[in-house]
């Protein structure tokens, strides 16, 4: 009986505790450098609901969040935050960041890269390659975990680089 419950809170433990191992923009490259992988990148804001309930219901979410991990390299991005970007070579930097404005700020430089059709929205999330470049359109919008898997099994898995998103979804099986 002692084994079985101290092999519950470890399960329990593990569940509660599922994160995504998040970096900055500034970290990816010599992470890639290291091991090659694809890249899922969180845009959001500070005062933005929706993304606070896909970073607690999903990325929280321990299937999620190990699928992630074992797949991708993540990184989280506050498109209204002061943080310097280096990317491709370039270093990006919010100079309309206000430290004093609480709420919504200045958008940051970079966010602009994970714009549809010229517009921002809050939680984005965006896929590149290993070598940085933009796989498809950025997905703005609140992702639950079964409407994410798909798509993290899409450009996790490298099927992206085999076929369509059409004829991945004829075949996809969700398991989560």
Same mark, same amino acid.
């Given at each position: 009986?002692?084994?079985?419950?101290?092999?519950?809170?470890?399960?329990?433990?593990?569940?509660?505790?599922?994160?995504? #191992?998040?970096?900055?923009?500034?970290?990816?490259?010599?992470?890639?450098?290291?091991?090659?992988?694809?890249?899922?990148?969180?845009?959001?804001?500070?005062?933005?609901?929706?993304?606070?309930?896909?970073?607690?219901?999903?990325?929280?979410?321990?299937?999620?969040?190990?699928?992630?991990? +074992?797949?991708?390299?993540?990184?989280?991005?506050?498109?209204?935050?002061?943080?310097?970007?280096?990317?491709?070579?370039?270093?990006?930097? #919010?100079k309309n960041y206000d430290p004093n404005?609480?709420?919504?700020?200045?958008?940051?430089?970079?966010?602009?890269?994970?714009?549809? +059709?010229?517009?921002?929205?809050?939680?984005?999330?965006?896929?590149?390659?290993?070598?940085?470049?933009?796989?498809?359109?950025?997905?703005?919008?609140?992702?639950?975990?079964?409407?994410?898997?798909?798509?993290?099994?899409?450009?996790?898995?490298?099927?992206?680089?085999?076929?369509?998103?059409?004829?991945?979804?004829?075949?996809?099986?969700?398991?989560?």
């Amino acid at each position: 009986m002692k084994i079985l419950s101290s092999v519950l809170f470890v399960i329990i433990s593990v569940f509660a505790h599922a994160q995504v #191992n998040w970096i900055s923009f500034s970290e990816l490259e010599a992470a890639i450098k290291e091991k090659p992988k694809p890249i899922i990148v969180d845009m959001y804001t500070t005062w933005c609901g929706p993304c606070k309930m896909m970073d607690k219901n999903t990325f929280q979410n321990p299937k999620v969040a190990a699928y992630i991990n +074992e797949h991708f390299y993540a990184v989280k991005f506050n498109a209204e935050g002061n943080e310097i970007v280096h990317f491709k070579g370039k270093e990006i930097r #919010n100079k309309n960041y206000d430290p004093n404005k609480a709420g919504r700020n200045a958008t940051h430089p970079f966010a602009g890269n994970f714009a549809v +059709e010229g517009r921002l929205a809050y939680p984005t999330t965006a896929y590149l390659s290993p070598n940085l470049d933009m796989i498809t359109q950025p997905i703005q919008g609140y992702l639950t975990p079964d409407r994410i898997e798909p798509i993290l099994k899409f450009f996790g898995s490298g099927a992206y680089l085999e076929k369509t998103w059409d004829e991945f979804q004829k075949t996809f099986v969700a398991e989560w």
